[in-house]
């Protein structure tokens, strides 16, 4: 079983980085084109979200049951994009005029982060 989930969690590693990073690019197109404001950018950054909660909880299932170690600091750029996520999240109310550039940027930073942490694994 640990095997099927480690295959998951790489293959999910892709999807995270490319919700987050078309998320992040529709926020931003949205902030300067008001045709990209609908409410449907808003589900899909909820979706870019949740796909990292479920990508670290793929991944600690990896470490406690499956016992696989992993790359130094990869770990940390894990927890890292799911605070990232909450310090969005935690701004959102205070920057409602900026918000669709807080998450755009936002977006793109997470991307990063889990690019980053793909860039570890070899």
Known sequence: MTAEVQGIHEWWAWVTVVANGVAGVWCLLAHWVPWFRVRAVWWFVVAAEVSIVVQVALGVYLLAVGGLPAPEFHVFYGFLAVVAVAILAGYRQQLVAWQ?????????????L?????TLNR
């Open 114 to 118: 889990l690019i980053r942490s793909m």
């Open 100 to 112: 669709y550039l807080l998450y755009g940027f936002g977006g793109l930073f997470v991307m990063g």
